[in-house]
């Protein structure tokens, strides 16, 4: 296996960096950004279960201010800030005579990410996490890493970034945990591929005539999960698996002809790596988001999460399939978007989030999701990503031209 030392670095730096303090849960303060969402919620579940091992700084949402201001209230957060400005009376109010501070806006979720807590949940959903990560990772935190749109943004500059303070990225997205729990990251060179398993989504046995014509309610209806409306999109077109190769890239240092990606439609096998030696292995359990979010949670040790265990006695059989990349042409583009690399997979991950949105919204068909995203990958010219700004920058023209191109359709 071709792995480079920077490779095999950014490798080890996802488990444990030289010298990290590994605090334990009983020391544990906790930020949850995105605590409002899909993530969100199963977090703030699991630390509500244990209060007297967590304390909790902050939490962050965009604009459920109700979910917001309740959460803060049962976990005694010292802080809860919403994204948008607009909402920041009815927050103000709804936590008024807690002593609970608030804020809004976008630097206010900053702020709160630069909060003093040694763990933060990363769990805003899109490239709106990046500053927010950025700033829970500059501080050196242990980063419980679910909002892969950043990685696939930015990938190297974060992985940059985590590596230079100190930084702990803890893989909560289920295939990347279930990679993390069974990688050897002191012997990369013992790692001969990564194979991502995908339960193929809604539309795994439809036609692309019934996928052209599929409505909002059937292409969030996902088979094995309960996640957010934009995630179950990028489910549904396999474009979450592309995301996710991207993201494996660049937590675990693999270059991308050895990630492979198997559709498995029960999602009880979350993901396998092969060894060099022939050894394969893998990681299971139910599909509960739980049980990935616990092992960052209690990392290194082990917690208790509610919820039905595995039985494979009663699971029925388990079936593995190769992917079919003509019916699912958006893993085609993440790879091609690895394989340009500079801008490429920051631009496709801009118009993918562009158009998602626009189908949620009604404005587009399923199908046109794809094309508006290889529309964008070959009209933004190609770039190098030498910094932050780099990134900012092409992701607003690569948002500009998607949404033209939505408007003249
Ligand atoms: N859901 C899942 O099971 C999994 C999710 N992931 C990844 O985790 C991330 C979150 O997914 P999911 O929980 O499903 O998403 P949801 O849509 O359910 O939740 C998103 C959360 O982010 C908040 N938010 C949105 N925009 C902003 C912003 N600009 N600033 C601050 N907060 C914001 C939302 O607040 P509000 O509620 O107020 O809008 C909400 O709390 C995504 O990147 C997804 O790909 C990965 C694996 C599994
Ligand atoms: C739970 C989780 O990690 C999701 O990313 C899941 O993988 C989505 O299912 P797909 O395999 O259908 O994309
Ligand atoms: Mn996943």
Redesign the pocket.
Request: net charge neutral; no cysteine; aromatic share 2%.
């Given at each position: 296996m071709v792995v480079s030392s920077l490779q095999a670095v950014a490798a080890a730096q996802v488990a444990v960096p030289e010298g990290a303090a590994v605090p334990t849960p009983a020391t544990r303060t906790v930020t949850i950004?995105?605590?409002?969402?899909?993530?969100?919620c199963?977090t703030v579940e699991l630390v509500a279960a244990d209060p007297e091992q967590y304390q909790v700084e902050a939490l962050?949402?965009?604009?459920?201010v109700d979910?917001?201001a309740r959460q803060a209230k049962e976990l005694r957060a010292k802080a809860a800030v919403?994204?948008d400005e607009a909402h920041y009376a009815a927050l103000k109010d709804a936590l008024s005579g807690t002593g609970i501070e608030v804020a809004a806006g976008?630097q206010a979720?900053v702020d709160a990410a630069a909060r003093p807590a040694d763990w933060v949940m990363a769990?805003?959903?899109?490239a709106?996490?990046m500053e927010?990560t950025l700033a829970a990772a500059r501080r050196g935190a242990t980063v419980a890493f679910?909002?892969?749109?950043v990685l696939v943004c930015a990938g190297a500059l974060m992985m940059a970034e985590v590596k230079r303070h100190g930084a702990t990225l803890l893989p909560?997205?289920?295939e990347h945990s279930a990679i993390f729990q069974v990688f050897d990251s002191e012997r990369v060179d013992g790692v001969s591929r990564l194979i991502l398993t995908a339960s193929g989504g809604p539309f795994r046995n439809k036609s692309r005539e019934d996928m052209a014509r599929a409505t909002v309610k059937e292409a969030v209806a996902h088979p094995t999960?309960?996640?957010?409306?934009?995630?179950s999109v990028?489910s549904a077109t396999m474009m979450?698996k592309g995301?996710e190769v991207i993201e494996a890239h660049h937590l675990f240092g693999m270059p991308e002809d050895k990630i492979d990606v198997l559709v498995h439609p029960q999602s009880v096998v979350h993901s396998l790596v092969e060894y060099v030696d022939g050894s394969v292995l893998a990681q299971l359990g139910t599909p509960d988001?739980r049980t990935p979010i616990a092992v960052a949670l209690g990392w290194p040790r082990r917690i208790a999460t509610p919820g039905e265990r595995l039985n494979l006695v009663t699971s029925g059989h388990l079936e593995f399939y190769a992917p079919d990349p003509e019916k699912f042409p958006a893993l085609r583009l993440a790879r091609e978007a690895m394989r340009a690399g500079g801008c490429a997979a920051c631009v496709m991950n801009a118009a993918n989030e562009i158009a998602v949105a626009a189908f949620l919204d009604g404005r587009i068909g399923f199908l046109d999701i794809e094309r508006i995203v290889e529309h964008t990958m070959t009209t933004v010219p190609h770039s190098r990503l030498n910094s932050l700004d780099d990134v900012r920058e092409v992701d607003t023209v690569a948002r500009r031209i998607a949404s033209e191109a939505i408007q003249a359709r």
């Open positions: 950004l995105g605590s409002t969402g899909s993530v969100g199963n962050v949402a965009r604009k459920n979910l917001l919403v994204a976008a979720v769990a805003i959903v899109g709106a996490g927010p679910a909002n892969k749109e909560v997205d289920s999960w309960d996640m957010g409306a934009k995630i990028d979450n995301l988001m």
